[in-house]
């Protein structure tokens, strides 16, 4: 669908313009023959544009789409138009982007356009979950209700993805830092007592001759091992944006030590709750696992919801591909079969989302008791295996003399 830009002429003869997202040219001259307007001009809005527009809108954070959901909400079901709504909203957003964006998308609901193709113009900022609930939420005429639910939705989505960046955050930093430090010794500190200990004239310890020799390495190669580094992160990312890439990666981070059976809790936590969320507002099977497959954020599991929805399309059931995949333990393709049986399948996608959600929590208490005796018992023999070899020498000299 592309969006086209028009200048015309209404029944009292006052030129408008406005922008409407329709198929093809011809589409735009129906709509506005429609509104009874006599057409001056015409004109596609290059893709270009729309790049800029949605690069511009990426900064975007959870926290004010999930605000603006449900204010809109509570205005939507206080019986406000969505217009006056939505400018309503605008003028007491901070974020300057998200400004913008909603004032754009006022714009094209006073041109004629509905809500969902408005936000479907911005999807950095409204992704194809959030259009597809509100083109639901318009068509059913339950606007308020669908609003509240994606609101509900992303804050748990949101509370989740917190729990477990304050998990993997403290490991992470203190990790940079206990490299840096370490770099830093081995790099300033070691060479100024490698030199006062040339002039000893004697063989030092096994210890002292391997930190020298360690030192000596990295300030030689430290530019190059750095961007040695930069070189292979860059290359994993470039990697990771096609489809073989994000196949092994994803499949490989799954697979990690305690970080993959957290990450996978939250994986099917999420599968589970988006599409219980999609299936409660309305939205057709094949289309709700389509959305959900895009927005699991994981290729390997992308792959296994495709071929779910294969496998609905022909007749059969959700739970048989979700159990052959091996990614989904067995209680949750059971609990998906007996909700498949009785009908209740968003009720029993809720109870694993739940159910997972206190494992999420669990697993992050567990990660951090587990981690930090882990660390302080790294940065213990790294830092001692350096002081013990600078002293060394001089503990043996004290003994000689």
Avoid at 109 to 126: E, R, T, Y
Avoid at 201 to 206: G, Q, S, T, V
């Amino acid at each position: 669908m592309s969006t086209f830009k028009y200048v015309a002429k209404n029944k009292d003869s006052r030129t408008v313009a406005g922008k409407i997202a329709a198929d093809s040219k011809t589409a735009v001259i129906e709509e506005l023959r429609k509104r009874e307007f006599v057409i001056i001009s015409i004109d596609e809005i290059k893709e270009v544009a729309a790049r800029q527009k949605t690069f511009r809108s990426k900064k975007v954070k959870a926290d004010e789409i999930v605000i603006f959901s449900r204010q809109l909400a509570t205005m939507v079901d206080a019986g406000i138009p969505i217009m006056q709504g939505i400018d309503a909203l605008q003028e007491q957003v901070t974020h300057p982007t998200f400004k913008r964006v909603l004032i754009s998308i006022r714009d094209d609901i006073q041109h004629g356009n509905s809500l969902s193709a408005a936000f479907a113009k911005h999807p950095a900022v409204f992704d194809t979950l959030y259009v597809n609930m509100i083109k639901v939420g318009e068509t059913g005429g339950v606007l308020s209700k669908i609003l509240d639910r994606i609101s509900s939705y992303l804050e748990k989505t949101l509370r989740l993805q917190r729990k477990v960046k304050s998990a993997l955050i403290y490991p992470i930093v203190v990790v940079c830092m206990a490299i840096i430090i370490t770099t830093i010794l081995l790099v300033k500190v070691v060479p100024t007592f490698a030199g006062i200990y040339a002039s000893f004239n004697r063989e030092l310890p096994a210890m002292t001759q391997v930190l020298i020799a360690v030192s000596d390495i990295l300030r030689k190669y430290l530019l190059f091992l750095v961007g040695g580094i930069v070189i292979i992160v860059v290359g994993l990312q470039q990697w990771h944006k096609t489809p073989q890439g994000a196949l092994v990666i994803d499949r490989s981070v799954l697979r990690l030590p305690i970080f993959g059976d957290l990450l996978r809790k939250v994986a099917i936590s999420r599968f589970s709750r988006t599409l219980a969320t999609l299936i409660q507002s309305g939205v057709p099977i094949l289309e709700s696992l389509e959305i959900v497959g895009k927005t699991i954020g994981n290729r390997l599991l992308e792959l296994t919801v495709e071929d779910v929805k294969t496998s609905v399309r022909e007749g059969e059931s959700l739970a048989a591909p979700l159990s052959k995949s091996g990614v989904f333990p067995p209680m949750v393709t059971r609990m998906i079969g007996i909700g498949e049986k009785s009908g209740q399948m968003e009720k029993m996608l809720l109870k694993i989302a739940e159910f997972y959600d206190d494992q999420v929590d669990a697993a992050v208490e567990g990660l951090t008791s587990i981690i930090e005796p882990l660390i302080i018992g790294f940065l213990g023999i790294v830092i001692g295996f350096i002081v013990i070899a600078l002293f060394l020498p001089i503990i043996t000299i004290t003994q000689i003399l």
